[in-house]
Structure formats: structure tokens, C-alpha cells
């Protein structure tokens, strides 16, 4: 990041090396496209291609799933990455400009590279961990907003109100399940332990066609997202 400050204050038009860092910074093409693959498998019924697959996407065990496993799996890191990794960018370009971004979008994947649920990384992972659940917060809560409004809002806030886990994890979730009417959360296995979430959003199971609808959503909910940023960036240069 010094060496990266250096370089974009030297140049003699920064404001082009700041658009090459966002863009690089808001691309994560490869969560999107495992998402595609695992959607592809199920539709064709290949489980075990399916689990490896959801498996690259998301920290929790995927060896045991069902069918409604993967695809609620796939459906909850795609959501939740999208919330994370390209609203926050986004957020944190907008306040902080690149570098911020930068170092948010580090942490970030700090956080998640060592697990915090994994015993071997805990007295590491966790003290990044709670850093990171705090500068998640705005933008988070910022793309669900946008995604509510492009698409079921009465039907997300209402999935929102009968939550019972009231962590921020689980109001994400909620959110979306809420909008597609389908069961999102419960129990996850990590590092050979169950851990026992609540189940939040709508009434039906996760199908097939739920992890399409969902790409729809989030797809919209990016263009919406994006558009804002640069109205905002506009009126800010000006």
C-alpha cells in the first residue's frame, strides 16, 4: 500500500491509476463464475462436482450437502460477497478514495483467508476479524438497501422484522430470503463443528430456480449500486 501511494502521488495523472485500482479493487469475477458453475452442475444433477465447486466460494464444509445445501450455500456467498466485496469497495473509494479502498479490500480478504473459525488461525484471524465486522457495516447495509428498493422491499423488511438472530450476518440473509421467499441460514459445519445459525427469509426451501432469480437480483442491485457511485463521484468532482 506505501509502495502503491508513492507511485499513484508521482504520476502525472493520478486520476487514471485511481480508475485502474477501482477497477481492479471492485472485480470479483471469481466468485461470480464459480456461482455459474455450481449452478450449472445442479441443473445437470453432478453433486459431487457441485460441492467441489460451492466449496472454493464459501469457508464451510460442503462435503455432507444435499442438493438445497449447495444451492443455499452458493446463494449466501454470492449475496454476502456482493455486500462485502463490491459495495464496500465501492463505499470506501467514494469516502476514503483508492487506497482506502485498498485497504479495506485487504482486510477483507485477510479475514476471510484465515478463518476465524478454523482453531489453527483463531488468536490470529480473530482481532482482524472484529475490525473488519465493523467497516463491513455501512456499506452492507447500503447495498441491501439498494437491493430492497430495486426489487420486493415490503416482502425483504418484513423476512427483516420476524428475524430472531439480530446479528448482521443474519439480517443480510433475511433480507434476501426475504425478497425471494426462500429459507436461507441454519446449521453450517467449520473445521469438523456444527455451528447452529437460525433460519431466516421466506417460507419455501432454496430450488434450482431461486439460485437464478437470485444472480437476477444481485446483478440488478450491482447496476444500481454502480450507478449511484458514479452520480456520487460526479457531483463530488465538480
Known sequence: VACLVILVSMAQYPVFFDAVIMIVLLDY???????????????????????????????????????????????????????????????YYVVFGPIGALVYRLMLLTSWQWHYRDPKMALFAKPIKKIVSVLVLPPALLGALITLTSSRPIRGLKAVKRCSAKDITSLLLATLGGIHNIKLGGPAIYANRKIRYPRVGGEHEVKFSSM??????????????????????IVIGM
Open 29 to 91: 469475477g471469481y466468485q461470480r463464475q464459480q456461482y455459474k458453475k455450481v449452478l450449472a452442475t445442479v441443473g445437470r444433477n453432478k453433486k459431487s462436482l457441485a460441492r467441489e465447486l460451492v466449496s472454493s466460494i464459501t469457508a464451510r464444509q460442503c462435503d455432507t450437502l444435499t442438493d438445497i445445501g449447495i444451492a443455499k450455500a452458493a446463494i449466501e456467498s454470492l449475496w454476502l460477497k456482493f455486500l462485502y466485496l463490491f459495495c464496500g469497495v465501492i463505499f
Open 212 to 233: 437464478v432469480y437470485v444472480k437476477r437480483t444481485i446483478t440488478s442491485a450491482m447496476i444500481g449500486v454502480t450507478a449511484i457511485a458514479t452520480l456520487l463521484l
